[in-house]
C-alpha cells in the first residue's frame, strides 16, 4: 500500500521558516519524481516544487529563492525548506509522487503564515 506522508506544518510569523517533510512508503522512491503542491481555500492545487528522479529541480516563479526541495533516497524522504515565509504562502500543502504509471497523493500538511 502507497503511503505518502506529510509532516512540518504550523503557524509561523511572516519572514520566518519551516521545514516540511515527506515519508513515502510502498513505492520504489528513487525511481519517482516528487513535487511539493499547495492549495488555498477555494483555489486550484498548484506546483511549489519539484524534483526529478535525478535530482534536477523546479520551483513556482513565487518561491523561488526563498524554497528549496531536496531529496534522501536512502530515507524515502523529501522536504521542502521554507525560508522568508509571507502570508500568501498559507496554504495546505501536499506531497505528490509521479512517475509513468502511477500518481501519488498525501493528505497534507497546514502551513499558516501570520503577518
Known amino acids: 500500500q502507497v503511503q505518502l506522508v506529510e509532516s512540518g506544518g504550523g503557524l509561523v510569523q511572516a519572514g520566518g521558516s519551516l521545514r516540511l517533510s515527506c515519508a513515502a512508503f510502498?513505492?520504489?522512491?528513487?525511481?519517482?519524481?516528487m513535487g511539493w503542491y499547495r492549495q488555498a481555500p477555494g483555489k486550484q492545487r498548484d506546483l511549489v516544487a519539484a524534483?526529478?528522479?535525478?535530482?534536477?529541480?523546479n520551483y513556482a516563479i513565487s518561491v523561488k529563492g526563498r524554497f528549496t526541495i531536496s531529496r534522501d533516497n536512502a530515507e524515502n524522504q523529501v522536504f521542502l525548506q521554507m525560508n522568508s515565509l509571507k502570508p500568501e504562502d498559507t496554504s495546505l500543502y501536499y506531497c505528490?509522487?509521479?512517475?509513468?504509471?502511477?500518481?501519488?497523493w498525501g493528505k497534507g500538511t497546514l502551513v499558516t503564515v501570520s503577518s
Open positions: 505528490n509522487a509521479e512517475r509513468y504509471g502511477g500518481n501519488f
Open positions: 524534483i526529478t528522479n535525478y535530482g534536477v529541480t
Open positions: 510502498g513505492i520504489a522512491f528513487s525511481c519517482y519524481n
